[in-house]
C-alpha cells in the first residue's frame, strides 16, 4: 500500500488497534507484524478483546520486524469497549489482576472505573468507534479519557445510524486516532495514526508520550478499491464474531444471574 500524499515528511504512520487470533483474529501477532513491516508501517499495536496473552508474542514479533509497539487491550465496559494503553515494560499479571481479564470469562467494570483503574496502572484510555455498529460507548466519556478514535476503517461509509468521529479529538481537547481495527493481515494500515518522525520509538512509553502530548492524527489510507475488501471481510469476520459474541453474551448471562443469586440471598428479594 503507498503511503498518501498529505503525510508530511516528518510523519511516520502507526496502527494502534488490531486483532490476533488470541481474541477474535485471524493470524497469529508475528504475522500482523509483518504486514505492518510490509506495508510501511512504523508501529502496530495489538488490542486483542480483554486479554493480555498477546502482549509478549506482540513484543517478541515487534523486535523480530523492527516495528514499534505498545502494550493494548480492548476492555468489554459494562456500555461498550475502551481501548486501554500501556508502556511495553509493564508487567501483563499487573495488569490483568487490576482490570480482570483473562479469568475464563468476561468481567463488565464500569466505564469510570474501568478508565480510573487503567489511570492507576500508569496507563492511558482511548473510546474507539464511538458511534460504531460495534459495542460502541458514544461521546459520553469522551470528556474523561486520553483518546478518542477517530476514524474507524470498518466505518467506511458513513451514514445515520453509524459514523466516524472526525473532529471529536479537537472538540473534547484529548488525542485523535485513526485504525484499522484489522482482524486479518490483508487489511492492516486500512486506517492509521500520524505521529512525529522524531519520536524516540525505543523508549516504552513512547506511544502514550504521542498520545499525552497529542502529537497524534488520523490518517484515512482506504481507496475505493478496498471498499470491495471491506465487503469481502464481513463474511470472513463472521465465525470470529460468531466466537466472541458467544463468549461475551455467555459472560453476561452468567453475570445476571450471579448478580439475581447474591440479590436473593442477600435479602434484597421483595
Given at each position: 500500500?503507498?503511503l498518501?500524499?498529505?503525510l508530511?515528511?516528518?510523519?511516520v504512520?502507526?496502527d494502534p488497534?488490531v486483532?490476533?487470533?488470541?481474541s477474535?483474529?485471524?493470524?497469529?501477532?508475528?504475522?500482523m507484524f509483518l504486514q505492518?513491516?510490509?506495508?510501511?508501517?512504523r508501529g502496530?499495536?495489538?488490542?486483542?478483546?480483554d486479554?493480555v496473552r498477546?502482549?509478549?508474542p506482540?513484543?517478541?514479533?515487534?523486535?523480530?520486524?523492527?516495528?514499534?509497539?505498545?502494550?493494548?487491550v480492548?476492555i468489554?465496559?459494562?456500555?461498550?469497549?475502551?481501548?486501554?494503553?500501556f508502556?511495553?515494560?509493564?508487567p501483563p499479571r499487573?495488569?490483568?489482576?487490576?482490570l480482570r481479564?483473562?479469568?475464563?470469562?468476561?468481567?463488565?467494570?464500569?466505564?469510570?472505573?474501568?478508565?480510573?483503574?487503567?489511570r492507576d496502572?500508569?496507563g492511558?484510555?482511548c473510546?474507539?468507534h464511538?458511534?460504531?455498529?460495534?459495542?460502541?460507548?458514544g461521546?459520553?466519556y469522551?470528556?474523561?479519557?486520553?483518546?478518542v478514535?477517530?476514524?474507524?476503517?470498518?466505518?467506511?461509509r458513513?451514514?445515520?445510524?453509524?459514523?466516524?468521529?472526525?473532529?471529536?479529538?479537537?472538540?473534547?481537547?484529548i488525542?485523535?486516532?485513526?485504525?484499522?481495527?484489522?482482524?486479518?493481515?490483508?487489511?492492516?494500515?486500512f486506517g492509521?495514526?500520524a505521529?512525529?518522525?522524531?519520536?524516540?520509538?525505543?523508549?516504552?512509553?513512547?506511544?502514550?508520550?504521542?498520545?499525552?502530548q497529542r502529537?497524534?492524527?488520523?490518517?484515512?489510507?482506504q481507496?475505493?478499491i478496498h471498499?470491495r475488501?471491506?465487503y469481502?471481510?464481513?463474511?470472513?469476520?463472521?465465525?470470529?464474531?460468531v466466537?466472541y459474541?458467544?463468549?461475551?453474551?455467555?459472560?453476561?448471562?452468567?453475570?445476571?444471574?450471579?448478580?439475581?443469586?447474591?440479590?436473593?440471598?442477600?435479602?434484597?428479594?421483595s
Amino acid at each position: 500500500m503507498r503511503l498518501p500524499r498529505h503525510l508530511r515528511a516528518d510523519e511516520v504512520l502507526v496502527d494502534p488497534h488490531v486483532h490476533s487470533r488470541l481474541s477474535d483474529g485471524l493470524s497469529s501477532p508475528r504475522r500482523m507484524f509483518l504486514q505492518a513491516k510490509e506495508q510501511g508501517l512504523r508501529g502496530l499495536v495489538i488490542t486483542d478483546h480483554d486479554t493480555v496473552r498477546h502482549w509478549d508474542p506482540s513484543l517478541a514479533a515487534a523486535r523480530r520486524w523492527g516495528i514499534a509497539t505498545a502494550f493494548g487491550v480492548e476492555i468489554s465496559t459494562a456500555e461498550g469497549h475502551l481501548l486501554a494503553y500501556f508502556a511495553h515494560d509493564m508487567p501483563p499479571r499487573r495488569v490483568a489482576r487490576a482490570l480482570r481479564l483473562d479469568e475464563g470469562t468476561i468481567h463488565y467494570l464500569e466505564p469510570r472505573s474501568a478508565i480510573r483503574r487503567i489511570r492507576d496502572l500508569g496507563g492511558l484510555a482511548c473510546v474507539p468507534h464511538p458511534f460504531g455498529p460495534f459495542y460502541p460507548l458514544g461521546a459520553r466519556y469522551l470528556g474523561e479519557v486520553d483518546g478518542v478514535e477517530e476514524y474507524n476503517s470498518w466505518i467506511y461509509r458513513d451514514n445515520r445510524r453509524f459514523h466516524n468521529a472526525f473532529s471529536f479529538g479537537r472538540r473534547f481537547r484529548i488525542a485523535a486516532l485513526g485504525a484499522s481495527d484489522s482482524h486479518y493481515p490483508f487489511t492492516v494500515g486500512f486506517g492509521a495514526t500520524a505521529v512525529p518522525a522524531a519520536v524516540d520509538f525505543s523508549k516504552p512509553d513512547w506511544f502514550l508520550h504521542c498520545l499525552r502530548q497529542r502529537l497524534t492524527r488520523p490518517v484515512v489510507l482506504q481507496r475505493p478499491i478496498h471498499r470491495r475488501i471491506n465487503y469481502l471481510k464481513w463474511t470472513v469476520s463472521l465465525p470470529l464474531n460468531v466466537r466472541y459474541n458467544v463468549r461475551f453474551f455467555r459472560s453476561k448471562w452468567r453475570g445476571y444471574w450471579r448478580q439475581r443469586y447474591h440479590e436473593m440471598i442477600s435479602g434484597e428479594e421483595s
